[in-house]
């Protein structure tokens, strides 16, 4: 299903789908770490793999080095919201929760440039919708369950 609706939403442009799909595992595994998720006996090989997509994949990538210019500011961009997400989820404050809260998905930010710079705002829209269909109406956690989740890892700690 994913590689099917990414080759849709990047037009059948196979390096902007290994680009996608890199970022989307390269951003899964950070948040892993950042969650306490990733277990110690698989720490040095994710670590491992996060570096070599980060630093050896990516920048060899062509539609990345074709669209870099105007990705990378993106996804600067995604990774401060995403940082912000993180610190944020733990606030007192009910409004700055839900900021964390939707902060948590800015990646989805550089899904809708890649369409952009292969399909025009149009194509762009089409991608919005159906990203936010799949990822949060159909695989949605909810802001309360999100909360919960939030305390009990803070309480752990």
Not at 2 to 8: I, P, T
Not at 36 to 62: K, S, T, Y
Request: aromatic share 12%.
């Amino acid at each position: 299903m994913r590689d099917e609706q990414y080759m849709r939403w990047c037009k059948d442009d196979t390096a902007a789908v290994d680009f996608l799909s890199g970022l989307g595992a390269l951003s899964q595994l950070a948040d892993d770490f950042a969650d306490g998720d990733v277990c110690d006996e698989n720490l040095q090989a994710e670590m491992a793999h996060l570096l070599h997509w980060a630093i050896v994949d990516m920048p060899r990538n062509p539609f990345f080095r074709a669209y870099q210019d105007f990705l990378t500011p993106v996804m600067s961009a995604a990774l401060l919201s995403w940082d912000a997400s993180n610190r944020w989820a733990a606030s007192e404050n009910e409004p700055t929760q839900m900021y964390a809260y939707v902060l948590r998905e800015s990646m989805e930010q550089v899904f809708y440039s890649v369409a952009t710079i292969i399909g025009g705002f149009d194509h762009a829209r089409l991608v919005v919708d159906e990203l936010h269909e799949r990822l949060h109406v159909e695989e949605q956690q909810p802001f309360a369950s999100w909360q919960r989740e939030i305390k009990e890892d803070s309480d752990a700690k």
